[in-house]
């Protein structure tokens, strides 16, 4: 059976920058959950940042940017915080390796888990089009990333992989 790496705080775990818990009330999410398909995960806790934490954007194009080094990741206090959200990507890379996952459910808008959307640095609220650093790693990876808003599209696919 095919596992899903998940965003940890779409299930409920109190991961989340400003120490709020945000659960998707999603059947088909809660389904995979029940059936011991989720594998949850926080890139920005798992690579050391604290609950709750100042919020962070990337200052760059987006995730590939920081990456590669070409970018960096800085919270609204102005601190380089970088490298936790490196080696929170990383960590996941890592879990989805051991779970041999090729397919994962994340937090849209997030600096890591963005799929369509991160914020542009300003911290003013405005989105742009982007991938988060996890999205970026997990996709060089192979493995299929898909927003909490393409729950549906993220089970057709798993579909696929359990043939």
């Known amino acids: ?35 011991g398909r989720l594998v949850p995960f926080c890139p920005e806790v798992g690579g050391g940042l604290p609950v709750p934490r100042p919020c962070s954007e990337i200052s760059g194009q987006d995730g590939s940017t920081v990456l590669h080094g070409y970018a960096r990741v800085m919270n609204i206090k102005g601190k380089d915080v970088t490298q936790y959200f490196l080696t929170g990507a990383q960590k996941a890379l890592e879990l989805a390796r051991l779970h041999k996952i090729k397919l994962a459910v994340l937090k849209d808008g997030s600096p890591s888990c963005g799929s369509t959307y991160i914020y542009d640095g300003s911290f003013s609220g405005i989105k742009k089009p982007g991938k988060g650093i996890t999205t970026v790693l997990l996709e060089e990876h192979s493995i299929r990333v898909f927003s909490e808003r393409e729950i549906f599209k993220a089970v057709e696919y798993l579909k696929t992989l359990d043939i």
Do not use: D, P, T
């Not at 790496?5 to 709020?20: H, K, Q, T």
């Open 1 to 35: 059976m095919n596992k899903v790496l998940v965003s940890a705080c779409l299930i409920g775990e109190n991961v989340r920058y400003n120490g709020r818990v945000k659960v998707n009330e999603s059947s088909v999410l809660l389904g995979l959950k029940f059936q």
